[in-house]
């Protein structure tokens, strides 16, 4: 705990005394003994009180809000890797995420997405997709077909008829969905999103308000189901996802084969 303090200390301090003081509108006015900028302009600028900023950025046990804690990452200037580490350092558990989409897909994970035998996709936090590989477009769906503004997963897989011919499996599939979204929710900056989001389900699925209504959260994205494939047949899948490292919101969906026969027929 000590070291976390001091790790603390040593974080704020170089993020203020890197940055420009003429960036934010201050006009040098006597000889700066410091380069960057002065504790009392970075409490002004994030609005809070002088003393409060001096004992957290001395390392004293100081218990600072999401909102502070906000506020000081605007203010000094954070990208989101620096802000995701003030997070843990200060409140020991992630940072919500990042109000600033990364719709852009790194050259390595864009190789995987190429090369791994399975079918595949990238998304954001908001659930749109990003990237996709051949086998997704020959057995799930061809995202390349789709407008981007209407590649959101969630909606999809809410209104497509290929889920809808199990209507209790559906309902199953529904409530696990929506039990996602509602942890995706909790961690959101952009809530005017999910907000808008979640009034489009409600005109778009029958069920998805009483789902919505129930206390169900899901962590992680994982699950089996089933799919019949045109020209193919049926293919038994189990997709599961990880985060992208360096990619705040990203996350990768694998679509494994459950069994040989459906590992076949994905070809």
């Avoid at 390349?144 to 008829?161: C, H, M, Y």
């Avoid at 199990?166 to 809530?191: G, H, I, N, Q």
Wanted: net charge neutral; glycine share 6%; aromatic share 8%.
């Amino acid at each position: 705990m000590e070291q976390n303090k001091k790790e603390i200390s040593r974080f704020l301090r170089n993020a203020r005394q890197r940055l420009n003081p003429e960036d934010y509108g201050i006009t040098a006015s006597g000889r700066r003994r410091t380069p960057g900028l002065r504790r009392e302009e970075v409490a002004s600028l994030a609005g809070i009180s002088l003393t409060w900023y001096t004992w957290f950025e001395q390392g004293r046990d100081i218990r600072p809000s999401t909102e502070v804690l906000e506020n000081l990452s605007i203010v000094l200037r954070l990208d989101d890797k620096e802000r995701e580490f003030l997070f843990q350092l200060a409140q020991g558990r992630p940072s919500p995420l990042s109000p600033n989409l990364h719709n852009e897909i790194s050259i390595g994970t864009r190789l995987l997405l190429d090369t791994v035998d399975v079918p595949a996709i990238v998304m954001n936090e908001h659930w749109s997709v990003i990237g996709w590989n051949k086998l997704v477009t020959k057995v799930l769906r061809d995202y390349g077909a789709v407008p981007p503004s209407e590649r959101n997963l969630f909606k999809i897989l809410l209104t497509s008829d290929a889920y809808k011919h199990e209507p209790d499996e559906y309902r199953r599939m529904v409530r696990r969905l929506t039990a996602r979204l509602r942890w995706d929710y909790s961690r959101a900056k952009d809530r005017a999103f999910f907000d808008q989001l979640i009034g489009d389900a409600r005109e778009l699925c029958p069920i998805f308000d009483e789902c919505w209504q129930s206390p169900d959260i899901i962590d992680r994205f994982e699950a089996s189901h089933s799919i019949n494939v045109k020209d193919v047949g049926r293919v038994d899948l189990r997709h599961t996802s990880y985060a992208i490292e360096g990619a705040l919101g990203q996350r990768m969906v694998f679509y494994a084969p459950e069994n040989e026969e459906s590992r076949a027929n994905q070809g």
